[in-house]
């Protein structure tokens, strides 16, 4: 007869496994992918299905990877609105990579490239805390020359300077091809059109796809 012990412990380890599974199942079993960024990423004056965040869920899905993006991107937002609240865009299901897409706002408003390296950094760090293999990619952002020519190249070190120390991907600037380009910028010439997300999508691609197939399970 099986002791009220042994009844115990079989539970505990049943309960247990099935808690795994649905942890596991959550997003239908494939890994997450937070981008958190400003109102480039939330598609500011598009549909945000032109948003390059549901564009690279098509890219990843045409790739047949197991991941679901999820766009945490709130317009005007800075990488100290990043840092606090980083925890609440990773939410109770976490995340297996998270796209830092911030920065361009603390340059536009003058804020030192110091601080908003220190901000990154944070955001690494927390979102490291939660889950210590998260892979990290980095999108860099640079500013126009009429911010000044020590500004400019301070705040565009500031990137890639984070990427290797913290060991993250680095897109080498989100905007390539699409800042300063009429076409492909709405009105306010600060935002892209829906034909701008496009190549901003494959500016982060580039960079993402490595990272997404190393771990693609294998047949």
Not at 17 to 35: D, E, H, P, T, Y
Not at 154 to 163: D, I, L, N
């Amino acid at each position: 007869m099986t002791s009220w012990k042994g009844l115990l412990v079989l539970l505990l380890v049943t309960v247990g496994a099935l808690f795994s599974a649905s942890a596991q199942n959550a997003n239908g079993g494939k890994m997450r992918i937070v981008i958190l960024g400003d109102s480039i990423t939330a598609g500011y004056g598009l549909d945000p299905q032109e948003a390059y965040p549901a564009l690279l869920q098509q890219k990843i899905d045409a790739a047949a990877l197991p991941y679901t993006v999820s766009n945490a991107g709130v317009s005007g937002d800075t990488t100290a609105g990043g840092l606090r609240r980083i925890t609440w865009a990773l939410g109770k299901e976490g995340a297996d990579v998270l796209v830092i897409a911030l920065g361009g706002n603390d340059g536009l408003r003058g804020i030192a490239p110091e601080q908003t390296e220190k901000n990154l950094q944070g955001i690494v760090d927390k979102a490291r805390e939660k889950n210590s293999e998260m892979k990290i990619v980095i999108a860099a952002m640079q500013m126009p020359d009429n911010m000044g020519a020590e500004f400019t190249s301070k705040f565009r070190e500031v990137f890639p300077k984070v990427a290797t120390e913290k060991k993250a991907g680095l897109v080498p600037f989100l905007l390539e091809g699409v800042g300063g380009v009429d076409d492909l910028n709405q009105a306010d010439r600060i935002h892209p059109t829906a034909e701008g997300q496009k190549k901003v999508a494959d500016n982060v691609w580039k960079t993402l796809e490595p990272v997404l197939k190393v771990d693609k399970p294998v047949p």
